[in-house]
């Protein structure tokens, strides 16, 4: 358990002395850059003092006002600085990837801060690579245009007619992500369709939104049950990864359907899914099969969940793989 803390303790540290040295470096183009601006600075940071003390010693809140007030000037004037030399006014301003904690991890109330939440299942998932596939798989790098425009066999419609058709429905699943609407997706259809990178891209938009997303295939979701239940000297990460199942904001099961299905495997994923229903916790699922063929692998029970309580998507066209390259 510790572990695990110690590494995103440690990688916080070091994000907050990469930012430090960056600061550092930008002050010293910036004095270069607009002289008199570091005896401005020294000023600011002699008030910010004055202020504080007369705040908390003296008492006195006219003494502390005025003092709020002569560094407010002075730090008008540092930016007016900055911008006459050609860089942004907010140049030397503090540099946080999280805002809300300050590169902490934990909020000022003591909670854990949705960066470090997002930490936590990064690193129990970390096989899944999801932090890296996002990078590339993402809705800035999605391409329509190699979807047919021609109608596809007896759908009625084409292929990009029908993604366009998904986009829609995957942009609204993330713009009502917060609210109780128990809105999951199954997407299904042949390989080479794009749903994996769909679900890389919704993942991509709600963990920019600070959501705590978890993304497993269906075969690493099984050595996850299979670790918990079986082995009796599992580690606590091995604890936290699955009840990460539960709790994540979203949970994205890739490849439903090839895995080696049983009755224990079944019922695990019965337990999570239902459960997250339940608790109206949100979930995507893509698969190769049909309707049909799931009900045959999962049987009535779990397959009147998912396809009951799901949007269902389905994915038609020729393999695209090729043509994405």
Partial sequence: MASIFDKIRADYDALRRENE???????????????????????????????????????DADLADAAVKELETYEAMARA????AGLPADYLDPIYRCSRCKDKGYLENGERCSCMKQRITAYLHRSSHI??????????????????????????ISPRQNMEEILAVAENFIATFGEA?????LLYGPTGLGKTFLSHAIAAELMAAGKSVVYETA????????????????????????????TADLLI??????????????????????????????????????????????????FSRIFHKFVPMAFFGKDLRWEAE
Wanted: no cysteine.
């Fill in 181 to 185: 609407n128990d809105m999951n997706l």
């Fill in 21 to 59: 040295q960056t600061l550092r470096e930008r002050r010293e183009e910036a004095y270069a850059m607009a002289p008199g601006l570091e005896a401005v600075e020294e000023n600011i940071r002699a008030l910010g003092f004055e202020a504080a003390k007369a705040t908390l010693l003296s008492g």
């Fill in 253 to 302: 099961i890739d490849d439903l359907g090839t895995e080696l299905t049983n009755s224990f495997t079944n019922s695990q994923l019965f337990n999570i899914v239902n459960s997250r229903m339940i608790d109206g916790k949100k979930m995507i699922i893509s698969t190769n099969l049909s309707p049909r063929e799931l009900s045959a692998v999962y049987g009535d029970r779990i």
């Fill in 81 to 84: 600085m900055l911008v006459e």
């Fill in 131 to 156: 932090e890296r596939q996002i990078e590339k798989n993402n809705f800035g790098n999605f391409r329509l245009d190699i979807y047919s425009d021609l109608p596809f066999a007896d759908e009625g």
């Fill in 219 to 246: 075969f690493g979701l099984v050595r996850i049950f299979e670790e918990k239940t079986f082995n009796r000297d599992a580690s606590d990460e091995v604890k936290m990864a699955y009840d990460s199942l539960f």
